[in-house]
């Protein structure tokens, strides 16, 4: 091999150790290996650069801001009531996580799939205390094993079909030919990730979480007329496992519910008493047919869209302190809403205009973007403090957002245009509609993964060019026989070894002519060892470099190299297995 090829292995050797030992960030460790061998002269700046102008990349990054204008509707509660349920148990869980996303990637690439999935999973595992370690990684992977189904569920398919079609005589696949094969492998797989791989998956929560806040706020919601809630169980509505709050009281009509069962049916005007974290009560603002109870909100001058949550901490001289909220005119004086309290882990039954305000006590307020500007240096609060993500749900255009969505799922599954295309139009779409603002989609974009995605892209390239990746091929082909069960099973093995490494379209263009040359020289079809090399490119699970959906997860998941290996290496042989079992029984040698 050629010294660059050298320098490429140590880099990618160097990127496995440190992802394999370290906790360093995925990105900085992708983005060093880059610089390295763009700096040794390995790869031109264009080359390492590549992958920035991706379209695969470009539509991740496109999604995230569909995704946020689904989020900021209120859009993604719809989604997970209706999708993913309540579920009674983590195997629960991972059912409705595997099974959904699984169907959607056969028709949808799986990229953009695991991209819409990640914001939704977060905040269901959030709500319904699951553990999220446990539910992303068989996110990818589940997307993975869907995309195996179809033609159009990856585009590694659509690479070994192209190829088909220009380099040999054959007609190619139909759309649905390759579920003789992709189908199985999907089924036996999600089956695995089900019952064995999930659970076997550590617990990667942080030790300390915002669910952890010492801070107990008391606030007081109220159920709007015709409010979708109306009518509903406090178990059907949601409110019964919100976590890190609890529902303390209701009050309809001025008489008090103190003991409140999960069969308590909501009524238009009660009055709900909570007593919960900070997490908490920006989860209860989000929840269609709830809003604060006092009055003062719908008085605030800022639109709606242009509020935000702000913590503040009453300080000695604040003038209202030692005045209940409602004495000392709080939204006049401050051109802001007291929507909670929280008093050093008291719980305060009383309502938030008659709330005596202390020092030290520290108010939630709902406020607009310029009020801690304004406050950060006045000597009425001690501390100010803006909440991230907290603009309240625009409900009413929740609709809007969602069908923006189908039309968007149902432009590329009927051919019509690409899911970079379709991505582009929902974005814009969004925007129009104003289910989000400019400021809004820009601060959506997790740039951890784009940049993790490029890099690594970046790093195929090299493997691709130095002639790293057809060296590790001639390696592993030697030996593997003259007899056709076993040349397709190490033209399996072969595939899912390079798949690890560089990406799965560069490992399909690079292993199909191998696949044809196998084909000719021992004189059988070329089919199954097509087939066998589109499942296997596809199909990678045993590092995070083998896929991109497998990085995607990486970070937000808090994985280590270990995880991929322990759950994904089980999950590369069933797949490798099934489609050497089954390809050449659908096309026979």
Not at 85 to 98: K, M, N
Not at 319 to 347: D, L, S
Not at 441 to 463: E, K, P
Request: net charge positive; hydrophobic share 50%; charged share 15%.
């Amino acid at each position: 091999m050629s010294w660059q090829a050298w320098t490429t292995l140590g880099t990618l050797a160097g990127v496995l150790g440190l992802m394999a030992r370290t906790r360093i960030a995925a990105d900085i460790i992708l983005v060093a290996a880059l610089t390295l061998l763009l700096v040794t002269g390995v790869l031109s700046p264009k080359e390492a650069l590549s992958g920035l102008a991706n379209p695969g990349v470009i539509t991740v990054g496109v999604l995230f801001v569909v995704v946020a204008g689904v989020r900021n509707t209120g859009g993604l509660n719809w989604v997970t009531r209706h999708v993913l349920g309540r579920p009674r148990s983590q195997r629960q869980a991972l059912g409705r996580t595997i099974a959904p996303v699984g169907v959607m990637s056969a028709f949808l690439n799986n990229t953009p799939v695991v991209a819409m999935f990640v914001p939704l999973l977060s905040e269901w595992a959030r709500k319904h205390r699951l553990v999220l370690s446990r539910l992303l990684l068989p996110l990818s992977y589940a997307a993975i094993l869907g995309g195996m189904c179809t033609l159009i569920g990856t585009s590694t398919n659509l690479v070994v079909n192209g190829l088909l079609l220009s380099e040999t005589d054959l007609p190619g696949l139909g759309i649905f030919e390759l579920a003789w094969v992709g189908v199985p492998c999907a089924v036996l797989g999600g089956a695995y990730l089900w019952l064995v791989g999930g659970p076997r998956l550590p617990d990667r929560t942080p030790v300390i979480s915002q669910t952890d806040d010492l801070r107990e706020y008391t606030v007081e919601m109220t159920v709007e007329p015709g409010s979708p809630l109306c009518g509903q169980t406090i178990e059907q509505a949601g409110l019964r496992h919100l976590p890190g709050t609890y529902l303390m009281e209701i009050e309809r009509e001025d008489e008090p519910i103190v003991a409140v069962g999960p069969d308590e049916r909501l009524r238009a005007g009660d009055r709900l008493m909570f007593v919960g974290v900070v997490e908490s009560i920006r989860d209860l603002r989000r929840i269609n047919g709830l809003k604060p109870a006092t009055d003062q909100v719908a008085k605030l001058a800022s639109p709606k869209r242009a509020r935000r949550l702000v913590e503040a901490v009453v300080s000695n001289s604040c003038p209202i302190a030692g005045r209940t909220i409602r004495e000392g005119q709080f939204r006049g004086a401050y051109g802001a809403v007291v929507i909670a309290v929280a008093r050093n882990g008291e719980r305060i039954r009383k309502r938030i205009g008659d709330i005596v305000l202390k020092p030290g006590d520290t108010l939630l307020l709902e406020a607009d973007r310029s009020f801690a500007q304004r406050q950060r240096n006045s000597r009425d609060f001690f501390l100010i403090s803006e909440l991230e993500d907290s603009s309240p749900p625009r409900h009413e255009r929740g609709w809007v957002a969602l069908l923006v969505l189908a039309a968007m799922v149902g432009l590329v599954a009927a051919g019509l245009l690409t899911m970079l295309q379709a991505a582009l139009l929902a974005a814009g779409a969004m925007l129009a509609t104003r289910c989000l603002t400019g400021g809004e989609a820009r601060q959506s974009v997790d740039w951890q993964v784009i940049i993790t995605i490029a890099a690594a892209l970046g790093i195929g390239q090299a493997v691709q060019k130095t002639g790293l990746a057809a060296g590790v091929v001639d390696f592993l082909l030697a030996g593997s026989g003259a007899r056709p069960w076993v040349a397709l099973a190490a033209l399996g093995a072969m595939t899912s070894v390079l798949a690890a490494l560089v990406t799965s379209n560069a490992t399909a263009a690079l292993m199909f002519p191998l696949a044809v040359t196998t084909a000719v020289q021992l004189d059988v079809s070329i089919m199954p060892f097509a087939v066998v090399t589109m499942i296997t490119a596809a199909g990678s699970f045993v590092t995070p470099l083998g896929y991109q959906t497998n990085l995607m997860v990486y970070g937000p998941g808090g994985y280590r190299f270990s995880d991929y290996i322990r759950v994904g290496l089980p999950l590369n042989v069933l797949v490798w297995a099934t489609s050497v079992a089954l390809a050449p029984l659908v096309w026979p040698f």
